[in-house]
């Protein structure tokens, strides 16, 4: 079965795409040995299920996506231009997701958290972990963004909870209609949620 680090890392690749692209109930354990190029009695080395593969799955492709997002919300970094490069970093990851696979796939652990948050408790709440994380780093630039004036949120935490189920609405909205467009302002819907003026979100843009 080739080196036993490969053939964990194929299958954890594998349902990724297949749960991103298709749907995770549509997906088997046979799809993704499959798509891996890896035995079925290999999967069952590595994995007691499913659930457990794409759990893991989900954790080592969000321990890499952090990396990134400490870059953009660094605090190095003015708090309404992480704002405006975390939404520039939405656009550019879809249009190249876009340009891989013919389709605008918005918000991986949305579409498959609204799956499967009825029926596989574990990975429901590793989709919740993630997505509490995300909202973290939104808070922490909203209240940066009050310390300098730049915004007067009242509740960052509530707010920053807002902005984030205002990017994945849109996000969804472009993976339904498969366009691009959607995103290109996403910015400045953050901006008007947060009561930013003008003068301040064309400084973050510039």
């Known amino acids: 079965m080739g080196r036993v680090s490969d053939a964990k890392v194929k299958l954890m690749d594998a349902v990724l795409e297949l749960i991103w692209t298709g749907s995770y109930g549509s997906t088997t354990i ?3 040995c499959d798509k891996a190029g890896v035995k079925k009695g290999s999967f069952y080395y590595f994995f007691d299920s499913k659930a457990q593969l794409a759990a893991e799955a989900l954790d080592a492709s969000w321990q890499d996506r952090q990396i990134e997002l400490d870059r953009i919300f660094s605090v190095t970094v003015p708090p309404l ?4 490069k975390y939404c520039d970093f939405n656009y550019k990851v879809q249009g190249e997701i876009k340009a891989q696979y013919g389709r ?5 652990q ?3 958290g609204c799956e499967v948050c009825t029926q596989e408790d574990a990975l429901q709440k590793k989709i919740d972990s993630i ?4 909202c973290k780093y939104i808070e922490a630039a909203i209240r940066d963004a009050n310390t300098a004036g730049l915004t007067h949120v009242a509740d960052a935490a509530n707010m920053a909870q807002m902005v984030i189920a205002y ?6 909205q472009a993976r339904i209609r498969n366009d691009l467009e959607h995103l290109r302002d996403m910015s400045r819907g953050v901006f008007t949620l947060l009561g ?9 843009t510039a």
Do not use: F, N, W
């Open 131 to 134: 997505m509490a994380y995300k």
């Open 167 to 172: 990017i994945q609405g849109v996000l969804t």
């Open 110 to 112: 949305v579409s498959l």
């Open 104 to 108: 605008v796939l918005g918000c991986p």
């Open 196 to 204: 930013v003026k003008e003068t301040e979100a064309a400084t973050a």
């Open 30 to 32: 046979d799809h993704i």
């Open 81 to 84: 231009e992480r704002l405006q």
